[in-house]
């Protein structure tokens, strides 16, 4: 599978590593992404791995071909985490099978959750009714018994318990310890002790059943309604999954160009699965099928929803001719349509790429968690220890009547005693220590810790992807609410892209040039124009069309990025370009032309110079409009407290030009910038000395991906419109796939509400943890007589968990803020 990121890598290093993709099972807390990362890590030939608890996926960076993929999913696999690799369309590698298929898992999970559902309210409501019923003084024989509740207890640890001890004990004895491996201590150390009080009643001591009982009551609701949220935050990122074709109608192509299939026929039609069409292939789609690859429309018309692509609900025309996305839905024709682009190549492809690798690269601000989660189950183990040798050697003897009052409390509460029959419990300080260090070690939760930032991700991207909005991955999140510099490309990304010619005006030259008129000069540039697909090329082109003239034909075309066009027509070298361009050439430009350039560049007109030989033959002004929505989006970007600056390659005059339709100031414009020195120019600002000392600027830039590539690359966020095609994808952050320009302002307000989400998540997370564990420790017992029994530990816990999911899926809300 492909991974598409921006690497700091130079091409050498970049070329000898690779990255695979692996699916990871029975991970079930922070603690085990942590060891996942460290088994990872450790084996000889891999630099680097990002695991994913909400979406059970590791991204491997290893060296290119030293390590093989199965063997490191055996490594995996044996350290008690089913693993295995997976290959390019998302299925899972090797005819033996450890990870089943996903759809079948997903119903098999779903299952489980019910059954768990159901197990934990019937362990719930037993043990609720059992309380309720004692505290009122109506005794349910039943009920009271304390061989039932043992029994109950028994088999709750034998059934819906049995997983959580078997993955506890594995993890520790892999020594990775885990949430379960908190729980299962916890409630076989409340087991043990209460049947040692039913075994040996000499003692004195309660038997509390229904503490492991309501525990796993409590820990099953927990994680089956914590299932069910992070399904539905997954919910969207399936529906673009959903969204790829699994067939196509196979026809064959024509012999020749007049000889054209018939789009309706099923004559000759074969159905083949979408990933085994090739390029170059024809393909049949009818009304109401999605189309199965990107292609070219070869015959037939029809109307096509993008609005998976696009977002926008329009349906669009489609004629031969024009190019088709897979994915896309055919609505009103039959067409027949000739593969571009198959497989793993296809936009949607590589939007469902994208959107994976975002959900798995973390934000840095999850560093902090991760590096907690590593040592917070033997850390919570120490605390437990800690909490029992204080209470049974120091706490009870110094507060002895709070710690007196607080058995007699749970002597009275309790559904039975050792004797059979309701009485005081007899007062042990074991008994009470033991407690709060069982209460210690299930209140704690890394599970939360682990979920904070992937589920918040998850949401936020493929919200994002529902809405043409691509961003790469977490740690883009945190540079985007870091920003506080924006530039715009002008061309194509500010302007529309679709130029005009205005003008064209011949030089009033010698007698030699006296041929030269508008519609001849309008000619030769064309002729030069037609071996370049520049936008002012395309105005220039476009024109000649317009006015119905003959172009003549021109060879040895040669073009310099950002500077001019150069093409030999009827055996004479034609330049077309800027200024400085001609001039480097050594072409002298006369005062007049300078002046008319300079009045035209002021109405804020692109001037391209057009030179025959060694003279300037005459210049032509071209004006591209301003997009619609771009005023309002640099306006709304200077409401969020963002500097918004204009980068061009045009000259001074035109760029101000522009700037002044945009409310831009003059400071905020660098003009006369090649695509070759864009890089630097951002660069320049990203550090750039003010009163002597460096201020470092985050800089986000816009542009069409193409030229402006560099840029994008150098910019600490790159945000690129999907019109400028694969290098768009490749090299920015961020892509926008509606030629939408106020996403940029959408792209922001998104990823600063998930990283606020991840904060938000972050800080609960924490919070938990840190009132939690006290309270069970016993902090308030010796002033308030206050505290947190196992029980109601295992509640908040599960609670935790929940609520961090629940608060990542309220991102869904999230809302475009004009």
């Given at each position: 599978m492909q991974i598409v990121s921006k690497t700091n890598l130079s091409p050498e290093a970049a070329s000898t590593t690779e990255k695979i993709t692996l699916d990871v099972t029975g991970m079930k807390c922070a603690g085990c992404v942590r060891a996942v990362e460290r088994h990872l890590t450790q084996y000889p030939g891999v630099k680097s791995a990002c695991v994913n608890l909400a979406t059970e996926v590791a991204v491997v960076e290893l060296e290119?071909?030293?390590?093989?993929?199965?063997?490191?999913?055996?490594?995996?696999?044996?350290?008690?985490?089913?693993?295995?690799?997976?290959?390019?369309?998302?299925?899972?590698?090797?005819?033996?099978?450890l990870i089943q298929d996903p759809v079948q898992r997903q119903r098999q999970?779903?299952?489980?959750?019910?059954?768990?559902?159901?197990?934990?309210?019937?362990?719930?409501?037993?043990?609720?009714?059992?309380?309720?019923?004692?505290?009122?003084?109506?005794?349910?024989?039943?009920?009271?018994?304390?061989?039932?509740?043992?029994?109950?207890?028994?088999?709750?640890?034998?059934?819906?318990g049995r997983p959580i001890l078997v993955d506890g004990w594995v993890g520790l004895r892999h020594n990775a310890p885990n949430m379960n491996t908190l729980v299962g201590l916890g409630t076989l150390t409340a087991y043990t002790a209460s049947l040692v009080a039913l075994l040996f009643p000499q003692l004195g001591w309660e038997c509390f059943f229904d503490e492991p009982v309501m525990m796993l009551g409590f820990i099953l609701l927990g994680r089956t309604l914590e299932k069910q949220a992070r399904i539905r935050a997954a919910a969207a990122f399936k529906e673009l999954?959903?969204?790829?074709?699994?067939?196509?109608?196979?026809?064959?192509?024509?012999?020749?160009?007049?000889?054209?299939?018939?789009?309706?026929?099923?004559?000759?039609?074969?159905?083949?699965?979408?990933?085994?069409?090739?390029?170059?292939?024809?393909?049949?789609?009818l009304p109401g099928e999605k189309i199965p690859v990107d292609g070219e429309v070869r015959e037939g018309q029809t109307t096509v929803d993008e609005s998976m692509l696009t977002g926008e609900a329009v349906p669009v025309t489609k004629q031969p001719g024009d190019l088709v996305t897979a994915g896309t839905l055919n609505q009103s024709g039959a067409i027949a349509v000739q593969a571009t682009r198959v497989g793993s190549?296809?936009?949607?492809?590589?939007?469902?790429?994208?959107?994976?690798?975002?959900?798995?690269?973390?934000?840095?601000?999850?560093?902090?968690?991760?590096?907690?989660?590593?040592?917070?189950?033997?850390?919570?183990?120490?605390?437990?220890?800690?909490?029992?040798?204080?209470?049974?050697?120091?706490?009870?003897?110094?507060?002895?009547?709070?710690?007196?009052?607080?058995?007699?409390?749970?002597?009275?509460?309790?559904?039975?005693?050792?004797?059979?029959?309701?009485?005081?419990t007899i007062y042990t300080p074991l008994l009470v220590s033991l407690k709060l260090a069982i209460a210690v070690m299930v209140v704690a939760c890394p599970c939360a810790l682990g979920l904070a930032t992937p589920t918040a991700i998850l949401v936020g991207t493929a919200i994002g992807a529902e809405r043409g909005l691509l961003i790469k991955g977490g740690d883009i999140l945190e540079k985007v609410h870091q920003l506080?510099?924006?530039?715009?490309?002008?061309?194509?990304?500010?302007?529309?892209?679709?130029?005009?010619?205005?003008?064209?005006?011949?030089?009033?030259?010698?007698?030699e040039n006296a041929f030269r008129t508008p519609v001849a000069l309008l000619q030769l540039a064309a002729a030069?124009?037609?071996?370049?697909?520049?936008?002012?090329?395309?105005?220039?082109?476009?024109?000649?069309?317009?006015?119905?003239?003959?172009?003549?034909?021109?060879?040895?075309?040669?073009?310099?990025?950002?500077?001019?066009?150069?093409?030999?027509?009827?055996?004479?070298?034609?330049?077309?370009?800027?200024?400085?361009?001609?001039?480097?050439?050594?072409?002298?430009?006369?005062?007049?032309?300078?002046?008319?350039?300079?009045?035209?560049?002021?109405?804020?007109?692109?001037?391209?110079?057009?030179?025959?030989?060694?003279?300037?033959?005459?210049?032509?002004?071209?004006?591209?409009?301003?997009?619609?929505?771009?005023?309002?989006?640099?306006?709304?970007l200077r409401q969020m407290g963002l500097r918004v600056m204009l980068l061009s390659g045009d000259t001074q005059d035109a760029a101000s030009a522009t700037a002044k339709q945009l409310g831009l100031n003059t400071g905020d414009v660098m003009a006369g910038v090649p695509p070759v020195k864009k890089a630097a120019a951002i660069q320049e600002l990203q550090a750039r000395l003010t009163k002597g000392r460096t201020q470092h600027s985050i800089v986000a830039m816009v542009g069409d991906g193409i030229n402006d590539a560099p840029a994008l690359s150098q910019a600490d966020v790159g945000i690129a419109l999907h019109s400028g095609t694969d290098v768009a994808m490749e090299t920015a952050?961020?892509?926008?796939?509606?030629?939408?320009?106020?996403?940029?302002?959408?792209?922001?307000?998104?990823?600063?509400?998930?990283?606020?989400?991840?904060?938000?998540?972050?800080?609960?997370?924490?919070?938990?943890?840190?009132?939690?564990?006290?309270?069970?420790?016993?902090?308030?017992?010796?002033?308030?007589?206050?505290?947190?029994?196992?029980?109601?530990?295992?509640?908040?816990m599960a609670f935790s968990s929940v609520s961090v999911v629940t608060n990542s899926l309220l991102l869904r809300r999230f809302a475009y803020r004009s």
């Open positions: 290119a071909g030293a390590v093989d993929a199965d063997a490191l999913a055996k490594k995996l696999t044996a350290a008690g985490f089913p693993t295995q690799p997976r290959k390019l369309g998302g299925k899972v590698a090797g005819e033996t099978q999970e779903m299952q489980a959750v019910k059954r768990q559902f159901l197990i934990a309210v019937v362990l719930l409501v037993l043990s609720f009714v059992g309380h309720v019923a004692n505290i009122s003084g109506h005794v349910i024989p039943v009920l009271h018994n304390i061989w039932f509740h043992c029994g109950l207890a028994t088999v709750a640890l034998l059934v819906p999954l959903a969204l790829q074709p699994q067939l196509a109608r196979l026809i064959a192509k024509p012999k020749t160009t007049e000889a054209t299939p018939s789009v309706s026929s099923s004559a000759g039609v074969v159905e083949i699965p979408a990933e085994l069409v090739r390029v170059g292939e024809w393909l049949q789609v190549d296809t936009t949607l492809a590589q939007i469902v790429a994208l959107v994976e690798a975002a959900q798995t690269r973390k934000a840095p601000v999850q560093k902090l968690a991760d590096i907690v989660a590593g040592y917070f189950t033997y850390g919570v183990l120490t605390a437990s220890l800690l909490t029992f040798v204080f209470w049974y050697f120091f706490g009870t003897h110094i507060w002895h009547h709070a710690v007196m009052a607080y058995a007699m409390q749970i002597s009275h509460h309790s559904l039975f005693s050792t004797s059979h029959t309701p009485h005081l506080n510099t924006v530039v715009f490309d002008k061309t194509g990304t500010l302007t529309t892209g679709r130029a005009v010619v205005t003008d064209c005006l011949p030089c009033q030259a010698e007698e030069v124009e037609s071996g370049t697909i520049h936008p002012l090329a395309t105005a220039i082109q476009q024109e000649a069309q317009q006015q119905e003239l003959s172009i003549p034909d021109a060879a040895d075309f040669h073009t310099e990025p950002g500077l001019g066009v150069s093409a030999v027509v009827e055996s004479t070298l034609v330049l077309l370009g800027n200024c400085d361009w001609l001039q480097w050439h050594g072409i002298s430009i006369s005062e007049t032309a300078q002046k008319q350039s300079q009045e035209l560049a002021a109405d804020g007109k692109t001037i391209v110079f057009v030179a025959v030989g060694d003279t300037v033959a005459g210049l032509i002004a071209v004006q591209d409009t301003l997009r619609p929505d771009a005023k309002a989006t640099i306006e709304k952050e961020i892509v926008l796939m509606r030629d939408n320009l106020s996403d940029v302002v959408a792209s922001i307000q998104l990823s600063r509400a998930t990283l606020s989400k991840i904060r938000q998540n972050l800080f609960w997370a924490f919070a938990y943890n840190t009132l939690g564990i006290p309270l069970a420790a016993g902090v308030l017992l010796p002033s308030f007589g206050f505290v947190l029994n196992p029980s109601g530990a295992a509640a908040l």
